[in-house]
């Protein structure tokens, strides 16, 4: 009877962990498809990206319920009890990646919908590469408990922050300069602004892999504290 209670919870949380990597999936679309829409000027996929978050609220529900559930039958510890709570921390910033892509949809929706002729030619496509790939290898690390790889996304956190405040700067001086641009230059910001938090989440959600596997919490200590810690084997 043990062994196969102990058989049923390994595959419980086998199960969580898959349905994590789907709603990781889910958002990591919703991103790429808010960005083909503002590139692209598709008023209707923004629509529908900003219409599909709920898919994403529905998993972060569902998946909070299995994650309380479990806790109340099983009772985990150690390790187990760790790896449910890192569930819980990651689907709440992939809930908040989902918001960040439906107010990207909505940017662009706005942006190319309106009388807005003056758009500033601002470059987002590689921050914007960036965050998404952020996202794929912080998933990878929760997938395969690799700190190393947890580690990497910490690092180029730094870069998407640099690249916002780059963005920003351009921005203000094209407000400067012409004062047609500020509506639309204040629609870029808050895109990548977007995009910003998305590099944010996903450097949490690669912190909460360091703690399912160390049992350590690395956030806020900084870069090299947590290098150090994925170094101490």
Known sequence: MNVHIAKQFDADLENIRSRVLQMGGLVER?????????????????????ANDHEVNRHEVELDEACAHLIARRQPAASDLRLIMAVIK??????RIGDEAKKIAKRARTLHSGDAPFVPRVELRHVAGVAVDMLRKALDAFARTDLNAAAEVVREDKEVDAEFKAIMRQLITFMMEDPRLISSSLEVLFIAKAVERIGDHAK????????MVKGRDVRHIGLEAIEREVAGG
């Not at 949490?204 to 703690?211: A, G, R, T, W």
């Open 204 to 211: 949490n959600i690669s912190e909460y892999v360091v703690y």
């Open 30 to 50: 919703q991103i790429v498809e808010a960005f083909e829409a503002l590139e692209n000027g598709d008023v209707p996929l923004a629509e529908r990206v900003a």
């Open 90 to 95: 990651t689907i709440t910033d992939l809930e």
